[in-house]
């Protein structure tokens, strides 16, 4: 409690010292067009500590400035390791003051989805642009609240779906587009993994209500592939829910599977787990087919199509183009590739999902 109650008191000393010195500096200084974009990743958990800090030092448009954490041990470990300078570091509770910081640009958030609302909208009343990890939030009114707040408060929002940054999946999304093979009639879309949480019972990744289970964890990239591969909004969901370890998943589902109807006529047969190792993608269309096998790994992404042609360019880092991409957004004032909005469709249909996987009926979207 000790060390909590310094660590907040520095954090807040600190922002107050950078909000007096950036005051006596013209606006047009602090204005002036930047080389990379200053981020700040908040949450400190696995994700953010060894595969997007690593990626950070990979990018060329962008750099860690700063990090947000409510632990002071991670705070001077990372401060140690990072050189992080004493004003670029927040907790919880003084994250506001970010407000007056310039070294930071972007907040990145990497919490448990039920937090990702509030700090969303915190980092767009701040005038950060925000980077958010998926799932986006818990509702679709959730979602639509964190789009309000950036665009009222004229900052990006782009949801940390790096496989669309992918170069192999933009080809499954570019095949859909231009109809390469003919009209999508039939796609199959599985992730998953054995996740090793047996003592993890009071872990919010096993809590539904914070943003736990395959169908938040894993669920997201079956359906949005769905989506981005067909180039359509499903219309109506079919979902059903099982378990092989009641116990375990007392509080989140373990598999989920979900199939889409879409306009065109075309159908998917998706599936999830937190209980199986599962990752492939696979589009049957009027002329032929491609897949990707794993569709959704960290690297290795790789696949073929039905002409023989293979689905393998290859890039060092995922994160890395992911967070590379976003910043030219924010330096060249363009469109995000994967916008609010991208997230928001997402959840619609995974409330849509969980309603009748829970009601036991076909849900009209």
């Not at 109650?5 to 922002?15: E, H, T």
């Not at 950078?18 to 700040?40: E, Q, R």
């Not at 962008?62 to 140690?80: F, N, S, Y």
């Not at 927040?90 to 990145?108: K, L, Q, T």
Request: proline share 4%.
């Amino acid at each position: 409690m000790t060390n909590r109650r310094l660590f907040i008191k520095q954090s807040a000393l600190g922002a107050a010292a950078l909000a007096t010195s950036a005051s006596a500096w013209p606006n047009m200084l602090l204005k002036k067009k930047k080389d990379k974009i200053g981020v700040a990743l908040m949450g400190l958990g696995y994700y953010s500590t060894d595969l997007l800090a690593p990626a950070l030092q990979l990018t060329q448009h962008c750099q860690l400035t700063g990090i947000v954490t409510g632990t002071p041990e991670k705070a001077l470990r990372w401060q140690a390791k990072h050189k992080i300078a004493d004003r670029n570091i927040y907790n919880y509770e003084n994250f506001d003051r970010i407000a007056d910081n310039p070294d930071i640009d972007v907040v990145y958030v990497v919490l448990p989805p039920f937090l990702h609302k509030e700090f969303t909208v915190r980092a767009a009343e701040a005038g950060k642009h925000v980077w958010c990890e998926k799932p986006m939030a818990m509702t679709a009114a959730e979602c639509q609240a964190m789009v309000d707040a950036c665009k009222k408060n004229k900052v990006k929002l782009t949801v940390g779906y790096r496989m669309q940054h992918e170069p192999n999946t933009q080809e499954i999304i570019r095949f859909g587009r231009e109809k390469t093979f003919g009209a999508v009639k039939f796609l199959t879309a599985s992730a998953g993994f054995r996740a090793g949480w047996q003592n993890w019972t009071d872990h919010w990744k096993m809590e539904r209500e914070k943003g736990g289970g395959a169908m938040y964890d894993m669920g997201v990239y079956s359906l949005n592939a769905a989506r981005y591969a067909i180039g359509e909004e499903p219309i109506a969901v079919v979902a059903q829910e099982r378990t092989d370890e009641p116990e375990r998943f007392a509080k989140a589902d373990e598999t989920t599977l979900f199939q889409l109807e879409f306009p065109s006529g075309a159908l998917a047969n998706c599936m999830t787990s937190l209980g199986i190792n599962i990752n492939t993608l696979e589009v049957t269309a009027e002329q032929g087919w491609y897949r990707l096998q794993p569709f959704q790994a960290y690297n290795n992404v790789r696949g073929i199509t039905s002409k023989g042609n293979a689905l393998d360019q290859y890039i060092e880092n995922q994160q890395a183009r992911q967070m590379d991409d976003d910043a030219l957004a924010i330096l060249n004032d363009t469109a995000v590739l994967v916008p609010g909005e991208e997230g928001w469709r997402d959840i619609k249909m995974v409330e849509a999902i969980q309603l009748s996987a829970r009601e036991g009926r076909r849900v009209l979207i």
